[in-house]
């Protein structure tokens, strides 16, 4: 048996506790939370069986809830938990936590209305473990414990016409064709995928180093698509590993017009990220062809209004800032106060 055999948390512990910031980490778990008070009980006692065999540090940054979200995480006493200073976002949440990482083997992402089922976070730790893969993705279970279609390919004009045109018929269509992976064949065994949601995901560090930071100019939604292209041309590999799972109840920041405008709208900004102009455009037609076609629902007009006036998506949710927080790396050693 190894030293860190004897440290880590063992069944023997009254609970199983996580790490301090000082001590080494086999997993840092960073959450954003934002109006997610009933959830974080659930997700931390969830984090607290898996603590259980692996060495697991616990950090959650809240967006400035309205609700208890920040009081419910703190009462967590080897939780750390803080304020972020303002709604930075998904991407600009994950960057704050981040920081505080400290000494790690690998940073799992989790949004917080996840439950993390027995024995995931160490079949992901398995799976990343092998040569050459950077980023781990688990089955997601939605509420009523059907495995979610999760996996994605690398969106394209293709996909962006056949998604407009089909949605989700016609689920057996070439892959050129669809951006999300329907196929129930493709989430019972491991694989190598482009991307998926972001509600679970693992990365190393050393991956994460190369990658860099999240981008925070996607306040919610296509961060994750992004965050894994980066990871690719890195050259890391992404997979799925279906023996890890985690619960996903899909609810927290909410579903208002001004975010399902903002998925509509980010998908194109993604895009057009890496893409000229003209391949844009074309990006661009198939997401109003996509609401188009969904238009006798009211708020697919309104969501088609925005996207045909570009100069209007500055009106959308972004980052607001009220408080700056400073934040030190784990790592960093704390200034001396002064006598």
Same mark, same amino acid.
């Given at each position: ?19 301090? +910031? ?5 997993? #840092? ?13 659930? !997700? ?25 979200? !920040?009081?419910? #995480?703190? #009462? ?7 304020? $972020?200073? &303002? ?14 990482? &400290? ?14 089922? %027995? &024995? ?34 690398? %969106?394209?004009? !293709? ?7 089909? =949605? ?14 329907? #196929? %129930? ?30 981008? +925070? ?6 961060? +994750? ?7 690719? +041309? ?19 920041? =909410?579903?208002?017009?001004? !975010? ?32 188009? $076609? ?11 209004? $925005? ?33």
């Amino acid at each position: 048996m190894t030293q860190d055999d004897m440290d880590a948390p063992t069944t023997t512990d009254a609970v199983a506790r996580f790490v301090r +910031e000082d001590e080494h980490a086999d997993v #840092a778990v960073i959450v954003v939370t934002y109006r997610n008070a009933a959830d974080i009980d659930r !997700l931390v006692g969830s984090l607290r069986t898996e603590a259980v065999g692996n060495r697991l540090r616990v950090i959650i940054a809240d967006n400035e809830s309205p609700d208890d979200s !920040l009081e419910l #995480a703190r #009462a967590h006493r080897d939780v750390i938990a803080f304020s $972020t200073g &303002g709604n930075l976002g998904y991407a600009g949440g994950i960057n704050v936590a981040a920081r505080v990482a &400290g000494q790690c083997d690998a940073i799992l992402v989790l949004n917080p209305d996840i439950e993390v089922e %027995p &024995g995931a976070i160490t079949a992901m730790r398995a799976r990343l473990a092998q040569p050459g893969v950077g980023i781990v993705v688990p089955a997601i279970l939605d509420a009523t414990g059907t495995v979610s279609a999760s996996l994605r390919r690398e %969106p394209s004009v !293709l996909r962006g016409l056949g998604d407009a045109l089909f =949605g989700g018929r016609l689920r057996r269509r070439p892959g050129a064709f669809a951006e999300m992976i329907f #196929a %129930p064949s493709a989430y019972e065994s491991a694989r190598a995928v482009d991307w998926a949601t972001g509600a679970a995901l693992m990365v190393s560090r050393d991956a994460a180093a190369a990658i860099g930071e999240w981008d +925070e100019r996607f306040f919610l939604y296509s961060e +994750e698509t992004d965050y894994f292209r980066r990871a690719r +041309e890195a050259g890391f590999e992404v997979w799925f590993e279906p023996s890890a799972v985690v619960r996903h109840a899909e609810g927290g920041s =909410g579903g208002s017009l001004a !975010l399902f405008t903002l998925l509509a709208v980010n998908r194109i900004r993604y895009f057009a990220k890496y893409h000229r102009r003209t391949p844009t455009a074309l990006f661009q037609a198939t997401a109003v062809l996509n609401e188009i $076609t969904r238009s006798a629902d009211a708020r697919h007009r309104a969501i088609l209004r $925005t996207v045909l006036r570009p100069r209007s998506w500055d009106d959308l949710p972004a980052a607001t800032v009220s408080t700056p927080v400073p934040v030190r790396s784990a790592d960093e050693p704390e200034e001396a106060v002064p006598s």
